[in-house]
């Protein structure tokens, strides 16, 4: 059974997926005073608001972040444009819905952040395990 650790607050829940995490950054470069994984607990929830908290989990490229409300099960749709990011020496983040189809024909559909391998290190290509941040990616 994989991991899942919960932080709510009166309005959402933060569900956090430990195995799913490539380490971007992005949550605690968003929100320092929400996320520190210097501390325990490393998440804060009571530190933002709700839609600060929503938009920043909407940042988070591995989807080890994702949201539940008290009206809704897991949130994972975006609408309108895929929009296409290039991170400073990480991977390239595609927000919006998406099908990725694999050398051996299968399809990955995506319909919220996912991010793809720039630096070729990934051990789980086409999308971003963090190895870029092992191998001293620059770019």
């Given at each position: 059974m994989k991991k899942v650790k919960e932080y709510s607050n009166e309005e959402i829940t933060i569900l956090w997926k430990p195995e799913k995490c490539i380490h971007s950054g992005i949550c605690v470069r968003l929100l320092p005073e929400v996320y520190n994984p210097k501390e325990r607990p490393w998440v804060k929830i009571e530190n933002a608001s709700t839609e600060?908290?929503?938009?920043?989990?909407?940042?988070?490229?591995?989807?080890?972040?994702?949201?539940?409300?008290k009206t809704t099960s897991e949130h994972s749709t975006t609408g309108g444009v895929t929009k296409i990011s290039i991170t400073e020496n990480g991977p390239?983040?595609?927000?919006?819905?998406?099908e990725i189809k694999k050398v051996d024909g299968t399809i990955d559909k995506k319909n919220k952040v996912s991010a793809l391998c720039r630096c070729g290190g990934s051990n789980n290509k086409p999308y971003c395990d963090g190895s870029h941040a092992k191998i001293g990616f620059k770019d």
């Amino acid at each position: 059974m994989k991991k899942v650790k919960e932080y709510s607050n009166e309005e959402i829940t933060i569900l956090w997926k430990p195995e799913k995490c490539i380490h971007s950054g992005i949550c605690v470069r968003l929100l320092p005073e929400v996320y520190n994984p210097k501390e325990r607990p490393w998440v804060k929830i009571e530190n933002a608001s709700t839609e600060a908290l929503k938009a920043q989990v909407a940042n988070c490229p591995s989807r080890a972040l994702s949201l539940k409300d008290k009206t809704t099960s897991e949130h994972s749709t975006t609408g309108g444009v895929t929009k296409i990011s290039i991170t400073e020496n990480g991977p390239l983040l595609i927000t919006g819905n998406l099908e990725i189809k694999k050398v051996d024909g299968t399809i990955d559909k995506k319909n919220k952040v996912s991010a793809l391998c720039r630096c070729g290190g990934s051990n789980n290509k086409p999308y971003c395990d963090g190895s870029h941040a092992k191998i001293g990616f620059k770019d």
